[in-house]
């Protein structure tokens, strides 16, 4: 049954804004030390106390006011938020003011120590060891702060120093340093990657400099600063492919394309829009790897004979920000200024991609300057980012798939791993599986990356040499060539953003595209991956085409809620619109639901595993009755809420077989993850409801119940410290979308769901589509 009936928009009602309400034990917990272990562990935490003083009395006097340092480990069951008060409290001195300024990993805090007097505060704190036996039972270990530094090997360094969270004193700091490198006669300049990263590039460097550098007060790290080049193979074909060119009169969208330039060949030319940007004369552009990702853009469905985008025409912006590798290498400081540069000269342009990065692979716990550079970019400048996970060569030795590359791990951006789209005689991958070159997740502090994946070609080995098999792209002189790496899928899910951008008549919102674009996403048929593996190696797995994507047919039905959450408050919609009819011949409700939330959260620079600050939980399921909560009891904000509330969403309601199922056709939509506490700014659920156990049947599903929605909002101790601190309030843009369909195709729950939605006093609308019909540019493509 063809899809025609558009997805839906709905708003909540001011009767599902619910408070927060407050909970906590003043119990100590049952890792707290007795007495005899506190004066052990008192006694250890105030050894490096001497040290720390001694470098407050041999400081130069032009730099006095810097401060100190500690590293201070925090036990494993330490951890949490609810115990960040007491250890912060350890380390004020006298003081109300938090002293916590970063974390490294996740169980090492960093502490400034402002003057020799706090200092010796801190240390009575520690002295009285009975008074603080939470804090001190939290701490394993202080050390006083050694920065990181690389051995010489280059003269271009990349200096990192620590943010003290102050405007004034950062200053004073910056000024010092630079003051410091020109009295070593060292070439200096200020980075700017993201507010709060405060990094130096430093030219002309020898060892001797090294040490020198390494005695400033407010050092952190000194590293290369890393330089990239590209390295494109690519193979000539026998295909041939018609040129397309821009209906007259038609408003297209602009996808930006940050890469080495776009040739003007005859395919390309009449897609490519008047301005561009450069920093490059023409003599040092090679635009071999610009031209094939946007031939992918604008030819990607017909070069491969396959509706993956559904994309009907765009205009491409030349952003050339990357020179000729074989002429001129960049630095990462220059390749991040091109990006910020081209995407601040066209404030109309909201979709960009990239497909450029580095080879280096992410930490386990440290989000990358690189990718929280372009974190910071897209919420200046609200753009989306769709941009590559990286290649590895690993499987040439016959190692493991890399983990994605260092700027794959943006946290803003969308990013694209590669799958195979056939297997010929020496490739290693199945078709429809991870590639051997991509890079898989996940990213730092367990983050889902890559997001998404679509096809980027092949590869194997053949008498120990590596081979290709590639997808089909343009080369620069109008040759259909075949070309590998995540560079080739990732305009794939370009060009399907723009194309959702371009027929919604919404205004732009990149939670939107994005939950929209991973809520249709499925896996592969015939994928062999154990369900564990999918998410990490395959995100959320293909998404479909724009078209699929934005209409629903009468047998199911999209709900998409756009709001923002702020600390303090929850969203709890009951009596949510669930379909009546879907009761199965024994009485319970049946059918399959999909819920993704896509959030944009708090970021915070030098926080580690911890730099998203925020998180959001969801919760969809049903409850036996709405219930009075006595709303004359101290602690309750909420005069009503639901009885026996009950999440289908959770893992734990499903019969194992099925969760390691990977045959049924089912298998290709199921994502059942449990979340846990983690910071995750995507979640998505896929539910068959059939598949739940026996028990949870009986506790969940029976048709007297009703259904809910409930999303939730926390913050991160370091956010809510700097936010009481700066007036800021906190707060979370969302989408949440929510599909919920008849898989025994028996009933027309669209109009159902439509009906419910209006009896229960919803504001809603179908989404708004552009009128404008384009002639398809794909309409001789094979879609069976």
């Not at 004034?168 to 993201?194: D, G």
């Not at 060009?495 to 205004?507: G, M, Q, V």
């Not at 969940?700 to 410290?721: C, H, M, P, S, V």
Request: charged share 25%; hydrophobic share 35%; proline share 4%.
């Amino acid at each position: 049954m063809a899809k025609n009936l558009p997805i839906k928009i709905f708003q909540k009602r001011r009767l599902d804004e619910r408070k927060t309400e407050g909970s906590g034990s003043n119990k100590p917990p049952k890792w707290q030390l007795n007495d005899a272990e506190l004066a052990e562990r008192a006694a250890l935490l105030l050894e490096p106390f001497d040290q720390l003083f001694d470098e407050f009395r041999t400081r130069p006097n032009a730099r006095d006011f810097i401060p100190a340092t500690l590293k201070v480990y925090i036990d494993d069951n330490a951890i949490a938020k609810s115990h960040r008060k007491d250890i912060q409290s350890l380390f004020n001195g006298n003081r109300t003011k938090n002293n916590v300024i970063g974390f490294i990993d996740s169980n090492s805090l960093l502490i400034k120590v402002d003057n020799l007097e706090e200092g010796q505060s801190i240390r009575r704190n520690i002295a009285n060891f009975r008074k603080n036996a939470k804090s001190i039972s939290a701490i394993e270990g202080i050390e006083v702060f050694s920065p990181q530094v690389v051995e010489f090997a280059e003269d271009v360094l990349k200096v990192s120093l620590i943010d003290y969270h102050n405007f004034e004193l950062n200053n004073a700091v910056k000024v010092a340093f630079t003051k410091f490198c020109q009295e070593l006669n060292l070439k200096i300049k200020e980075i700017r990657y993201s507010i709060g990263l405060i990094i130096f590039k430093i030219e002309g460097a020898t060892p001797a400099n090294l040490d020198q550098l390494s005695d400033f007060e407010a050092l952190e790290t000194i590293d290369f600063m890393p330089r990239y080049k590209i390295v494109l193979d690519a193979m000539d074909t026998e295909d041939v492919l018609d040129v397309l060119e821009p209906k007259e009169g038609v408003d297209y969208p602009i996808i930006g394309v940050l890469d080495t330039g776009i040739s003007d060949n005859k395919y390309l030319k009449p897609w490519l829009t008047q301005d561009k940007f450069s920093t490059y004369p023409e003599d040092l552009i090679d635009s071999s790897h610009g031209t094939g990702v946007s031939s992918v853009i604008i030819y990607g469905d017909k070069l491969q004979n396959e509706m993956l985008s559904g994309n009907t025409g765009c205009m491409l912006f030349d952003a050339t920000v990357f020179p000729d590798s074989s002429k001129e290498s960049i630095y990462e400081d220059e390749l991040i200024e091109n990006i910020r540069e081209a995407i601040k000269s066209q404030r109309n342009i909201k979709i960009w991609n990239l497909s450029l990065g580095t080879d280096q692979e992410c930490d386990v716990n440290d989000f990358s300057d690189f990718g929280i550079a372009l974190d910071s970019i897209q919420e200046t400048y609200d753009v989306i980012i769709c941009k590559s996970a990286g290649n590895c060569k690993n499987f040439i030795s016959g190692r493991p798939k890399g983990k994605i590359a260092k700027s794959a791990d943006s946290i803003r951006a969308l990013v694209v791993g590669s799958i195979a789209h056939n297997k010929n005689g020496y490739d290693i991958s199945e078709v429809n599986h991870p590639s051997p070159f991509t890079r898989i997740g996940p990213g730092p502090a367990n983050s889902i990356k890559p997001d998404l994946v679509s096809i980027g070609g092949n590869a194997g080995m053949n008498g120990g040499r590596s081979t290709q098999n590639g997808i089909n792209a343009i080369a620069t002189d109008g040759r259909i060539v075949q070309i590998i790496g995540t560079s080739f899928s990732t305009p794939r899910i370009t060009a399907l953003l723009s194309e959702l951008n371009f027929k919604i008549s919404e205004n732009f919102n990149p939670t939107l595209l994005k939950a929209l674009a991973i809520h249709s996403a499925k896996y592969p048929s015939m994928l062999t991956l154990p369900a564990s593996e999918r998410v990490n190696q395959m995100g959320f797995g293909v998404p479909d085409s724009a078209d699929d994507i934005i209409y629903n047919d009468p047998h199911e039905i999209t709900l998409i809620l756009q709001e923002n959450i702020v600390k303090g408050e929850f969203i709890e919609i009951l009596e949510f619109p669930f379909p009546e009819s879907l009761i199965d011949d024994n009485g319970f409700f049946y059918g399959e639901v999909k819920v993704t939330l896509v959030a944009q959260p708090v970021l915070r620079e030098k926080q580690g595993a911890e730099y998203c600050q925020s998180n959001l939980d969801v919760k969809f399921g049903t409850y036996d009755n709405i219930k009075d909560r006595g709303i004359e009891k101290t602690n309750i904000l909420n005069e009503f809420g639901p009885d026996d509330a009950k999440n289908v969403l959770l893992d734990s309601n499903y019969k194992s077989a099925f969760k390691k199922d990977t045959e049924s056709d089912y298998a290709r939509e199921r994502v059942l993850l449990n979340y846990g506490k983690k910071y995750q700014p995507v979640k998505k659920y896929s539910v068959n409801l059939n598949e739940m156990t026996n028990s949870n049947k009986e506790h969940n599903l029976q048709n007297t119940r009703k259904w809910y929605a409930k999303i939730t909002g926390t913050y991160r101790d370091f956010a809510e410290t700097l936010a009481q601190k700066d007036g800021e309030i906190l707060n979370q843009d969302f989408t949440l979308v929510v599909t919920i369909k008849d898989n025994k195709r028996q009933h027309n729950i669209y109009d159902e769901v439509t009906q419910l939605l209006e009896n229960r006093n919803f504001l809603h609308s179908n989404i708004k589509l552009r009128e404008e019909v384009r002639i398809r540019l794909d309409n001789d493509i094979d879609t069976e």
